[in-house]
């Protein structure tokens, strides 16, 4: 089910893309250049939202339609690409930068356009310092063979385009703290209402994409809402950049159709090439740390929003975390709920405290290897205090991984306090295998 | 106020629209429990402590009407989620359920989770007792912790945030209070967070740290104990403690507080709301700035000179010296021998009854209520001719509203204004700051204007120009002398040189007249650095509020920043040399503190009764007036060095030693009640004033009485018992039994305080709606007491409804001098020299002398911080070390007014004074 | 006038030309102030407040909220090593002992000679190349535990290069570390490669078997 051709790792079928020159030449910037000239801002807005182009960055909103949020007549407007990409498992965003950075610039410049905007921050998390360099050299060539700054092409439209990096610290990802942190303050989410596209960056109507979202601009624009409609699903259109990790053989980034068949993406020796040394599925993390846990049960699913969600998890960012028989649940749950707890930024209560107190116990557990009787039982009664009551969805995240845990294979919690000298009844009559619901509880514009 | 109709836990009731649900349910009796939310903050919704059920009606998207169901009500469709109420508003139909298993659970959830990181050191915590934490977990909180692990945060406890409040960290809850109230509120961003997730704290920077003059009112609104204030940490139980009404006389504002009293001692002082003029508020000087009450520096008994000392001497001693040696200078010198100083912030009572005493038995005016420095500036009539009209409330005002602040800096000189003008300027009132310097209030969110040094006057008639441009001759609502001779004169003048003159540009001047005169409410707030500049520009300020239609109604005026707690009481009651009570002119003037300096030096003046107030310790002229003096009484609460110098000294009993009533810089009376006894022997200042009244009466009668019977031969005749009961009928006049009594007769015959006794004072109500009430500890507890003893009347102005009329004036502009280059500012500071701030922790905060130097100059004469100048003015020179700060303009230098043993009457040569600095070579 | 300020005030000038609200600059000067001087002092933060007219308190607050500025001393070569799924489960653990180790001081710890600070750290993105260490900043990719001791002697070689470059990843690159402990620069002009383990054609593992 491989790509002929690929659209935001298009460096795959051309290797050198990420050389100006070489970019330009395989008619990179054409599409920018002749928007700028042929197309109406609303043109624009209306093929990507004919092409059902959904946001990357984990909630999957039809990226069209946020743009269309935007107050009419209220200026200035800010576009922000948000490269905070600090999920763990999730790492396609980097390569395209690294790899491929003129497209997603062309894709940032032709949003901007289609939003009129005249000022764009790409935020990157601040380790990513090394690309946020490869950024502003793509930027510099842009700006020098003038497809930024002032009456671009001659059209009329101003540009200005800067890297901002951020300083270590996930939340910033959220798009509210994102911009929180662009104004140079500590990156704690704001309220919502008011939404970003009515009162964002500095008060001003705003629009947040991801990286792999606006890179998908520039080709739609090119070849048209069917053309990209050829690729996907009716629902979830196009190709994903899945970023593949944990136990197999060929851990790295696939752009693949959505839709594409979980057991494929692991098994296809073009992609992940199968489990290492041959030791099974046990957990699979499909859509990066948020995302409920499936089991090797679920590896016929369909890596697309719909199918994955009918599985009850989440497709997320696109980070399908595989791991063997060798990791316990308890520790995994442990480790993932320690970078929540480590990443909580502390404003609200339930996620400041319920993290620390659940990493308390999970670290007795699966690190220290003992139990208490009511583990279980405060365990749960933590995580059902956090679910849907935390300010942001950090929080509501933490949850999952305790929640499938605890879900999925209680008996590895039950031994860990069996083997401590308690007795234990079975918490919850064997679910294992039974997948938790996922609940819905994006926001509006995720 | 459109309203929309909830329904709470199944009660329906109608409530304002744009009511956060947490407020609207309070409306109905409920209370759902809050941490971060507080009604004077932007709600965040951090805390999640207020979690509730929220549905709205859904509605029929053709016909934008609610849906029924068969039983005829609207469906309701509940929200997935649990919501904040603190952040929701309500809407029409709204369904609101605190009380659901699902609710309950979460606010339980958030509880337990804040106790986990909570020490249980309640009986050790100065909130205990008044915590909404406290008192949750006491009234639903889990029996037993299911945290079994050793590690609620433990830090180093208390960490000093700054010299007044002490940050316990463990406790903190991390709500986020106190750093909204300091950045939005209070508008200095002093307070941070430092580190993230559950390693979160609370951290100054500031230097020094905590640098505030609110940053009491943070411990007040610390839902938890982990803001304390230094001045009363470990001090006492709250539930012990009884808290006693009073008002603050440390400033024109005049704030409601409490003193909190254990027995008979002040543990400490808190805030009572008055929406009209502290809300529930207080700044640090009012907070802390309480502990001369109790200081043993206090005077105890009354002392008599006996040669170079002063002994201790009985009531009765002490009184019949003074009325007898006053008696017989009256006698043999006339009543203009005497003379009376009586501070600013003495009640009003004491006031009356000074000058009662003075105009009624010694027969003298020679009154005042400063001591006559340059400084002190004139006799502001205009405050009360054009102040702000009877219902003024700035706390309702907002939108529509201009406000133009001319040369002052409320920081300094009437802290409160500060938080009362940035909230109204976030109610959208639109703010003008004008001034010669920057100040705290720059960064309010209005607009600056800078005037350049000596422009002032020349701004306010270019304002004027520009009002009188745009609003032509239309009808004034006041009576005016002289309208027709200063608009031609005014007019005479071109809106561009005004400008020039004035450095700003013209069109910057219209747009702010234009503002000004525009809004529904317009208001002119003048403090120190205007009345400086002279009588002329004050004048002018109240030209333009005349001519821009802003005066003699509510909400419009000017408001005037005098120093002292009840300057405007004395002006009102007549201590002065030029008007009697009610600002009633006097035939003659008498002399005024400044002419008493020379009488008294040249030996015109004999007798000098001075009550609270310090002329020798900074003003050189005084001390030497009063050593010439004959006799000189002292009544005060120290031993001043003026006391020192006395013959007599009596001691007086405090502000919250006794009842009285005061009058704030917006001219309302408010009373404040009886704290704590008198310390030692002091009386009240009435008191001491009707009891040497009262001899002099006794005296007067046998004086009559012994010149009638001189000349009838020692017979007795009718003639003499005429006389005899005349002056029997005076004694009754001073037989005041409490300052009511006082207030009573002030009503009766004071212009203006008509109406305005003890009694109408108390029925006057409570305010606000944010004070702590009974039961509901669960809520907004320690924000502030509810007032109980009524908020005050507001006198109307004197242009309101009188026959008074405005005299508009026009005076020549001083001239800058010529061979000195720099405008010396005499800087208005909170926390300066004035003795009441003995003994409190504000006194480490009073500076050292110096002399505050723009960027520019000091670049232009190689001056660093820290070197030592001279400066020069025609009267005399000053060394000084330099600070140099970007607040100044260029040509402008400023040095601290009041602080001790540092005078500068020994430089100033009038309101305005030019100066030349050197640099010092080291 | 402050080193910041006399000796970098174009790059200050041009990084506040960037934002609308000069606040915006305080994160991109603050690595600025923190190559500058080594670390945030109290006394380089205060800078950064005076250059942007800001209250001191915010800017305190920004380098305490986020995990890459250092208001301590660090090494020369700060060593962030991630431990978050999936490095952990590829040898990270292993790996944060081994340097340890090979230093002799704990995590956190700067080495006596001011050479290293090791330090774990959430996931860097890069998962594919577990496990995966940033030395200031410049991504090092395929770290496992044996390569520990030939890391840190590489990069104590390059000691210079790395103290000219600073902490704040102003000027960072990638490297991936070969089986011998070599860094070898790896140069984003080259086409992604996925990574491919020891055992490729051991084909579909039995768990994925339909
Ligand atoms: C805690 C948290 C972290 C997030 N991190 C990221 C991120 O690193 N990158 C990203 O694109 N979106 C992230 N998001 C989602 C953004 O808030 C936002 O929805 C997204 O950038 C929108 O872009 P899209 O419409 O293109 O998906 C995060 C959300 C949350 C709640
Ligand atoms: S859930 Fe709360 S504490 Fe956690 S990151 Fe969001 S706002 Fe911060
Ligand atoms: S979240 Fe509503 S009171 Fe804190």
New interface residues.
């Given amino acids: 089910m491989g790509l002929s051709e690929y659209i935001v ?1 298009r ?2 079928n051309h ?2 893309i ?2 100006f020159e070489v970019y330009r030449r395989l008619g990179g910037w054409d599409a920018y250049a002749n928007a700028l000239k042929t197309k109406t801002p609303t043109e624009i807005i209306q093929v990507v939202k004919d092409a059902g182009l959904r946001g990357r960055g984990g909630a999957g909103f039809p990226t069209g339609v946020k743009w269309g949020f935007l107050p009419r007549g209220v200026f200035p407007r800010y576009l922000l690409c948000n490269c905070d ?7 396609n ?3 395209i930068i ?2 491929n950075p003129h497209q997603m610039i062309e894709g940032v410049a032709l949003s901007s356009f289609a939003i009129e905007a005249n ?1 764009a921050y790409i935020y990157m ?6 690309a ?3 950024l502003e050299r793509a930027i510099d060539d842009a700006y020098k063979a003038g497809f930024l700054g002032k009456n671009i092409l001659g059209s009329g439209y101003d540009l ?1 385009m ?1 890297v ?7 939340i910033c990802g959220e798009e509210t703290a994102l911009m929180e ?7 704690q989410p704001r309220l919502k209402p008011p939404f970003p596209a009515v009162a964002g960056l ?1 008060g001003k109507p705003t629009i947040i994409n991801n990286v792999e979202t606006l890179a998908n601009v520039p080709l739609i624009v090119e070849r048209g809402a069917a053309w990209y409609r050829s690729h996907g699903t009716e629902k979830s259109p196009g190709t994903k950049c899945f ?5 197999v ?6 752009e693949l159709p959505f839709g594409v068949p979980l ?1 494929e993406l ?2 296809s ?1 073009e992609y992940g ?10 957990i699979i ?1 499909p859509g990066g ?1 948020s995302a409920p846990w499936l089991t ?1 049960e679920h ?2 699913t369909l890596l697309d929003y719909e199918s994955v969600a009918a599985a009850g998890s989440m497709l997320g960012s696109g ?1 399908v ?1 595989v ?5 316990k649940a308890p520790h ?1 749950a442990y ?2 709920d320690e ?1 929540f707890k ?2 909580s ?1 502390g404003k609200c209560t339930p996620c400041r405290e319920g993290n620390h107190w659940l990493v308390k116990v999970l670290h007795r557990l699966a690190a220290e290897g003992h139990g208490e009787p009511d583990d279980i039982k405060t365990l749960k009664g933590i995580y059902t205090q956090m679910e849907g009551n935390c300010f942001c969805l950090l929080g509501e995240s933490a949850v999952m991984p305790i929640k499938s845990a605890l879900h999925l294979f209680p008996e590895e919690f039950e031994a860990i306090i069996a083997a401590s000298g308690h007795d234990i009844e079975s918490i919850n009559g064997r679910s294992v295998g039974v997948p938790v619901p996922m609940k819905r509880t994006r926001g509006r514009f995720g | 106020m459109p309203t929309v109709t909830i329904t709470v836990d199944g009660v329906t009731f109608p409530v304002p629209s744009g009511t956060t649900v947490v407020d609207a349910a309070r409306v109905g009796g409920v209370d759902i429990p809050v941490f971060c939310y507080h009604p004077k903050l932007k709600p965040v919704g951090m805390c999640r402590m207020c979690l509730v059920e929220i549905g709205t009606p859904r509605i029929d998207p053709a016909t934008r009407q609610p849906l029924l169901d068969p039983e005829g009500k609207p469906i309701i469709v509940m929200m997935p989620k649990l919501q904040t109420g603190c952040t929701t508003p309500v809407s029409q139909g709204m369904v609101i359920k605190t009380a659901t298993a699902k609710a309950k659970f979460a606010q339980k959830g958030v509880l337990e989770f804040l106790l986990t990181s909570h020490p249980l050191d309640c009986p050790v915590c100065d909130k205990g007792g008044e915590c909404p934490l406290q008192n949750l977990t006491m009234e639903w909180g889990p029996e037993t912790s299911r945290f079994d692990y050793d590690d609620k945060v433990h830090f180093e406890k208390p960490i000093p945030l700054g010299d007044l409040i002490l940050l316990d960290r463990e406790r903190c809850i991390l709500c986020s209070r106190c750093v909204r109230f300091q950045d939005d509120l209070a508008g200095d ?8 997730g559950r390693k979160w704290m609370i ?5 020094p740290p905590f640098d505030s003059k609110f940053s009491g009112n943070t411990t007040d609104i610390c839902p938890v104990g982990a803001l304390t204030s230094a001045d009363f940490r470990f001090k006492a139980r709250v539930w012990e403690l009884s808290s006693k009404p009073v008002v603050c006389t440390l400033c024109p504002v005049g704030c409601n507080m409490t003193h909190d009293m254990r027995h008979d001692k002040l543990m400490r002082v808190m805030a009572r709301e008055n929406s009209a003029v502290n809300e529930i508020w207080l700044c640090d000087k009012g907070r802390y700035g309480h502990r001369f009450v109790e200081h043993e520096t206090r005077l105890t008994t009354p002392l008599i000179r006996k040669g170079d000392r002063l002994v201790e001497a009985t009531w009765d001693e002490a009184l019949r010296l003074v009325a007898d040696k006053l008696a017989a200078i009256q006698s043999a010198h006339g009543g203009q021998a005497i003379a009376g100083l009586a501070a600013p912030r003495l009640s009003n009572e004491d006031l009356y009854a000074f000058q009662k005493l003075f105009r009624e038995q010694l027969e003298s005016g020679n009154l005042d209520h400063t001591i006559g420095s340059v400084s002190d500036g004139d006799y502001d009539d205009m405050g009360a001719m054009l102040g702000v009209g009877q219902g003024t409330n700035l706390e309702q005002l907002g939108a529509g509203t201009t406000v133009l602040v001319v040369g002052a800096d409320p920081e300094e000189e009437a802290p409160l204004y500060v938080l009362r003008l940035r909230a109204m300027a976030q109610r959208g009132a639109k703010l003008i700051v004008a001034g010669l310097r920057s100040t705290k209030l720059d960064h309010a969110g209005g607009t600056v204007l800078r005037y350049k040094v000596g422009g002032e006057l020349a701004f306010a008639r270019a304002l004027l120009r520009a009002v009188l441009d745009e609003a032509g001759t239309r009808r004034l609502a006041v009576k005016t002398n002289g309208l027709e001779q200063l608009r031609k004169s005014i007019l005479d003048l071109s809106l561009a040189s005004l400008a020039e003159a004035a450095g700003v540009s013209a069109a910057t001047i219209q747009a702010a007249a234009k503002t000004f005169l525009e809004a529904e409410n317009g208001i002119i707030i003048y403090g120190a650095e205007a009345r400086g500049a002279g009588p002329a520009l004050v004048e002018t300020l109240g030209a333009l509020a005349a001519l821009a239609g802003k005066a003699g109604k509510a909400n419009s005026g000017l408001i005037a920043l005098l120093s002292g707690g009840n300057s405007r009481g004395a002006l009102d009651l007549g201590l002065r040399p030029d008007a009697r009570p009610g600002y009633v002119p006097v035939a003659q003037r008498a002399l005024g503190a400044r002419e008493i300096w020379g009488a008294a030096k040249e030996g015109r003046v004999k007798a000098l009764w001075i009550a609270g107030l310090d002329p020798a310790a900074s003003l050189p002229v005084a001390r030497t007036a009063i050593e010439a003096a004959e006799f000189v009484v002292v009544q005060d609460l120290f031993l001043t060095e003026t006391a020192q110098l006395a013959d007599v000294v009596l001691p007086a009993a405090s502000g919250v030693e006794r009842d009285g009533t005061y009058t704030n810089a917006e001219r309302r009376v408010q009373r404040s009640r009886q704290a704590q006894p008198a310390v030692g022997q002091s009386r009240p200042d009435w008191q001491i004033v009707q009891g040497v009244a009262r001899l002099l009466v006794e005296q007067s009668v046998k004086r009559v009485g012994a010149a009638k019977s001189a000349t009838n031969g020692g017979k007795a005749t009718k003639g003499a018992n005429t006389a005899v009961a005349v002056a029997v009928a005076e004694l009754v006049a001073w037989d005041f039994l409490t300052p009511a009594e006082v207030a009573a007769e002030i009503a009766e015959r004071v212009p203006g305080y008509q109406g305005i006794t003890h009694q109408s004072l108390a029925a006057t109500g409570t305010s606000g709606t944010w004070g702590r009430q009974i039961n509901e500890a669960v809520f907004y507890d320690g924000t502030s007491y509810t007032n109980t003893e009524g908020v005050g009347l507001q006198l109307p102005s004197l242009i309101e409804g009188s026959k008074t009329s405005l005299n508009l004036v026009v005076r020549p502009a001083a001239k800058p001098s010529e061979e000195r280059p720099l405008l010396l500012l005499a800087l208005p500071l909170a926390y300066d020299g004035d003795l009441l701030l003995r003994g409190s922790l504000l006194e480490r905060q009073v500076p050292q002398p110096y002399l505050a130097l723009s960027r520019a100059d000091a670049e232009r004469q190689n001056i660093k911080a820290g070197d030592s100048v001279r400066i020069e003015s025609a009267a005399g020179q000053l060394t000084v070390a330099v600070r140099v700060v970007k607040e100044l303009p260029a040509g402008v230098v400023a040095v601290p007014a009041n602080l001790p043993g540092f005078s500068l009457a020994g430089v100033q040569t009038g309101p305005r004074t030019w100066v030349s600095l050197v640099k010092l070579l080291a | 006038m402050t080193i910041l300020q006399a000796n970098h005030r174009d790059e200050i000038d041009a990084i506040r030309a ?1 934002y ?2 000069p ?6 000067l ?2 600025l102030a923190q190559d500058v001087y080594g670390h945030l002092s ?1 006394e380089a ?2 800078e950064v407040a005076e250059i ?1 007219d ?9 380098v ?6 250092y208001s301590q001393p660090v090494g020369t070569w700060m060593i962030q090593v991630c431990d ?3 490095c ?3 040898g990270a653990e292993e790996l944060v002992e081994a340097l340890t180790h090979v230093l002799g001081v704990g995590e956190d710890q700067l080495t006596a000679d001011g050479m290293f600070t090791v330090q774990r ?8 190349r ?1 496990p995966v260490v ?1 030395a200031n ?3 090092l990719y395929d770290v496992t535990a044996d390569k520990a001791e030939a890391l840190l002697a590489d990069l104590r070689a390059r000691a210079a290069d790395g103290k000219k470059r600073g902490v ?7 490297f991936e570390v070969g089986s011998g402990g070599k860094l070898t620069h790896v140069s ?10 020891d ?2 054609s ?7 078997k ?1």
């Fill in positions: 790792m460096e795959l290797p050198a990420n050389n990409e600090s999920e763990p498992g999730t790492f965003n980097h390569q690294d790899r000022t998390r601040g380790e990513f310092a090394g946020a360099l490869t200005d800067y901002h990096r951020g300083a270590g610290a996930y942190s662009l104004e140079g303050k500590i990156g500095y970023s593949l990790s944990g136990h053989n060929r851990p790295g980034n696939y057991r692991i098994d020796p090439g199968g489990m290492r040394g041959d030791r099974p599925v046990k993390i740390a090797a590896l016929d980070a975390i791991l063997n028989d060798t990791v995994l480790k993932m970078f480590h990443e930024c | 961003p002093v307070l941070g967070c430092d580190n993230r951290i100054s920077k500031s230097e | 960037r609308t609200s606040r915006s600059a305080t994160l991109p603050l690595y109290s933060i205060r942007l800001l209250p001191p308190t915010d800017v305190f607050e920004v305490g909220f986020y995990t890459l500025y978050d799924v999936p952990c489960y590829l750290v959430k996931c860097l993105a890069a998962c594919d577990a940033q900043l410049d991504y704040s990843g102003r000027f960072a690159e990638d984003r002009e080259e086409p992604y490669r996925a990574r491919q383990f055992s490729p051991a084909g579909p593992s039995r768990g994925t339909g």
